[in-house]
T-cell receptor, first 116, second 112 residues
Framework: GAVVSQHPSWVICKSGTSVKIECRSL??????MFWYRQFPKQSLMLMATSNEGSKATYEQGVEKDKFLINHASLTLSTLTVTSAHPEDSSFYICSASDGTATDTQYFGPGTRLTVL | QQQVKQSPQSLIVQKGGISIINCAYENTAFDYFPWYQQFPGKGPALLIA?????SEKKEGRFTISFNKSAKQFSLHIMDSQPGDSATYFC???????????FGTGTRLKVLA
């Protein structure tokens, strides 16, 4: 149980285009979802926290107009990188919590974004 | 005060040996401490987690030791195997917030 999927697993796009990444909780309802960014050989950097039906809460330094997050249902959150540039190339990972007392985050497999 | 300090940065262990990774925190309000394992190009996977009301938790070859007074916790991997070669992250959070503070990670390599 507690499986989180991401789509696509990798994407290559041209500079200036927008890219959407989907995160789905497959077998549980995710009251809260998180989006992380990870650079090679570094730790996970939290970008934003989203609750179903609410606006996302962005971490300091993360541009909310550049990284659009939508948590439209209890099983789906999307991250859209708008007007992507090469510096946005990174590994993006989502996670989800089911709102129980376990405090556990279940992570997706990640999406590798390369902006040319 | 929100940091979680993890050491060592990298670790090489012989097959069958014990791998030990340490984490230290400052905020005594943290009350949930998970460990995650991450293979290259994959998302982190939960290994084991502990709360401050116990000093040790064991699941298979993985053990967390927790020292509340020292504000430290560690992951012990017994009988380490080449398949354990991965990056390990400790984390801390406040119960109910689900928002993790991650350590910097430890790259473990187990030699065959």
């Amino acid at each position: 149980g507690a499986v989180v999927s991401q789509h696509p697993s990798w994407v290559i796009c041209k500079s200036g285009t927008s890219v959407k990444i989907e995160c789905r909780s497959l077998d549980f309802q995710a009251t809260t979802m998180f989006w992380y960014r990870q650079f090679p050989k570094q730790s996970l950097m939290l970008m934003a926290t989203s609750n179903e039906g609410s606006k996302a809460t962005y971490e300091q330094g993360v541009e909310k107009d550049k990284f659009l997050i939508n948590h439209a249902s209890l099983t789906l959150s999307t991250l859209t990188v708008t007007s992507a540039h090469p510096e946005d190339s990174s590994f993006y990972i989502c996670s989800a919590s089911d709102g129980t007392a376990t405090d556990t985050q279940y992570f997706g497999p990640g999406t590798r974004l390369t902006v040319l | 005060q929100q940091q979680v300090k993890q050491s060592p940065q990298s670790l090489i262990v012989q097959k069958g040996g014990i791998s030990i990774i340490n984490c230290a925190y400052e905020n005594t309000a943290f009350d949930y401490f998970p460990w995650y394992q991450q293979f290259p190009g994959k998302g982190p996977a939960l290994l084991i987690a502990i709360r401050p009301d116990v000093s040790e938790k064991k699941e298979g070859r993985f053990t967390i030791s927790f020292n509340k007074s020292a504000k430290q916790f560690s992951l012990h991997i017994m009988d380490s195997q080449p398949g354990d070669s991965a990056t390990y992250f400790c984390a801390a959070t406040f119960s109910g917030t689900y928002k993790y503070i991650f350590g910097t990670g430890t790259r473990l390599k187990v030699l065959a």
